[in-house]
T-cell receptor, first 116, second 111 residues
Framework: DADVTQTPRNRITKTGKRIMLECSQT?????MYWYRQDPGLGLRLIYY???????NKGEISDGYSVSRQAQAKFSLSLESAIPNQTALYFC???????????????FGPGTRLLVL | GEDVEQSLFLSVREGDSSVINCTYT??????LYWYKQEPGAGLQLLTY?????DMKQDQRLTVLLNKKDKHLSLRIADTQTGDSAIYFC???????????FGTGTLLAVQP
């Protein structure tokens, strides 16, 4: 079984609709992240959470919101989807060891979102 | 600011060596990473190097770090078709401790 799962894997929606992308992990990690990937732009951080009570904005949080329902679950919402939010979205988790610099992130398979 | 740059594409023939290059701007970077993304999958950590090292070798992979020029490279020896993927360079900023990703290089291996 995959350690980091994302649902749905693919979604097509229309402008103005509310969309929720879900991420679950069985790794027992405290830290979770949402990224979006666009061609030629690499990965950009949307939101991150270091524990259930901690939510932080990343570099491109406008138009998105998140909810950390439990240690294992971190959801990303698009309140009113727009076409330039068409992208591949990745969830990731990490568990910092004593040396924080060595922290490795583990990625889910991605959710492909198309906003028409 | 923190920035990581890579060329978008690299094409090689099966059996040749591949060299994927990356440059970064944060001189206080602590760790630098190479991630691999296969089609339809998430990113997987391939290897990493600490900023006080010049080279790290792991089987077919060789990572070279030129800290003076802020240049990181990943060499894949005897490239196979299964190596076709997007390779992301990432660095951990010394000031922010955030993981900053490059744009990714698509490696196409021709049989």
């Amino acid at each position: 079984d995959a350690d980091v799962t994302q649902t749905p894997r693919n979604r097509i929606t229309k402008t103005g609709k509310r969309i929720m992308l879900e991420c679950s992990q069985t790794k027992g990690h405290d830290r979770m992240y949402w990224y979006r990937q666009d061609p030629g732009l690499g990965l950009r951080l949307i939101y991150y959470s270091f524990d259930v009570k901690d939510i932080n904005k990343g570099e491109i949080s406008d138009g998105y919101s998140v909810s950390r329902q439990a240690q294992a679950k971190f959801s990303l919402s698009l309140e009113s989807a727009i076409p330039n939010q068409t992208a591949l979205y990745f969830c990731a988790t990490s568990d910092p060891p004593r040396d924080r610099a060595l922290e490795t992130q583990y990625f889910g398979p991605g959710t492909r979102l198309l906003v028409l | 600011g923190e920035d990581v740059e890579q060329s978008l594409f690299l094409s090689v023939r099966e059996g040749d060596s591949s060299v994927i290059n990356c440059t970064y701007t944060d001189s206080s970077s602590t760790y630098l990473y190479w991630y691999k993304q296969e089609p339809g999958a998430g990113l997987q950590l391939l290897t990493y190097i600490f900023s006080n090292m010049d080279m790290k070798q792991d089987q077919r992979l060789t990572v070279l770090l030129n800290k003076k020029d802020k240049h990181l490279s990943l060499r894949i020896a005897d490239t196979q078709t299964g190596d076709s993927a997007i390779y992301f360079c990432a660095n951990r900023g010394g000031a922010t401790n955030k993981l900053i990703f490059g744009t990714g290089t698509l490696l196409a291996v021709q049989p």
